[in-house]
């Protein structure tokens, strides 16, 4: 019996936990990719892989074969949702620890980069619709300062998506890509932005009055948003998107 399958990464918590419930809530069959596993999500519906997506190469082979071992006639639908990511210190970036550093990048788009490339590949050729989704930000679109990795993996994911949805139009039966970013959550990253020293965070204030003026969305609004915004028809259109314009 053909499924409906989709990959999310970060789906312990935040919006990436919201998005499994309520992909999951629909009828879907998940994967969940994380170093936890979703809180408080039990279904027969849903596997969890835990991996320390800093560490991308053991999880993207691990993806590439599940899907070969199966094949199109498995899935009516399948999509990639690489929303995993991480800040490194909030500081100027000659004041950050290299390998703080390097985490945020392997995170943020590194991994993201090492499963599309295992999702394609793995499904070259296939009928099967098939979507993948780069959980982006303003900031990859925008620079602020104080949080240099953070802006640099969000826009290299932009890029990403520009250049893979060049890729795919080539195909006979290309996947859908888009780096669509989200709106401002209220998630465990925000409080980290909130509680960043000022002195080397100058965007410091505007956080805290996001937070404090009631400006954040919760991750379940927002997990909902981006799910319509995947259900969209013209879906890939444009390959670099907000959810809050598009």
């Not at 629909?26 to 519906?45: D, F, K, N, T, V």
């Not at 919760?218 to 948003?225: E, G, K, T, V, Y």
Request: hydrophobic share 45%.
């Amino acid at each position: 019996m053909s499924i409906t399958l989709s990959i999310v990464t970060g789906a312990s918590r935040g919006l990436g936990r919201a998005i499994a419930e309520q992909l999951l809530a629909r009828g879907e069959h998940l994967i969940s990719i994380s170093r936890r596993a979703p809180e408080g999500l039990s279904s027969s519906r849903l596997q969890h892989w835990s991996a320390d997506l800093a560490d991308a190469g053991a999880v993207a082979l691990r993806l590439r074969e599940h899907l070969q071992a199966q094949g199109p006639q498995d899935f009516a639908g399948l999509t990639l949702i690489n929303n995993a990511g991480v800040i490194s210190k909030l500081a100027p970036l000659g004041e950050v620890d290299g390998e703080d550093l390097a985490r945020a990048i392997r995170v943020g788009l590194e991994a993201p980069l090492r499963l599309t490339a295992a999702f394609l590949g793995a499904t070259r050729g296939w009928a099967t619709p098939r979507k993948v989704l780069l959980v982006s930000s303003g900031l990859g679109r925008r620079a602020m300062a104080g949080s240099a990795s953070y802006c640099a993996a969000k826009a290299g994911l932009d890029h990403l998506a520009r250049a893979v949805a060049l890729e795919e139009a080539a195909q006979a039966h290309g996947a859908r890509i888009v780096s669509l970013a989200p709106g401002v959550i209220d998630t465990d990253m925000q409080l980290q932005l909130r509680s960043a020293d000022p002195q080397a965070f100058p965007d410091h204030p505007r956080f805290a009055a996001l937070h404090r003026d009631g400006q954040l969305e919760s991750p379940a609004a927002a997990a909902a948003r981006l799910i319509a915004f995947l259900d969209r028809s013209d879906f890939g259109a444009n390959p670099v998107a907000d959810v809050r314009s598009d």
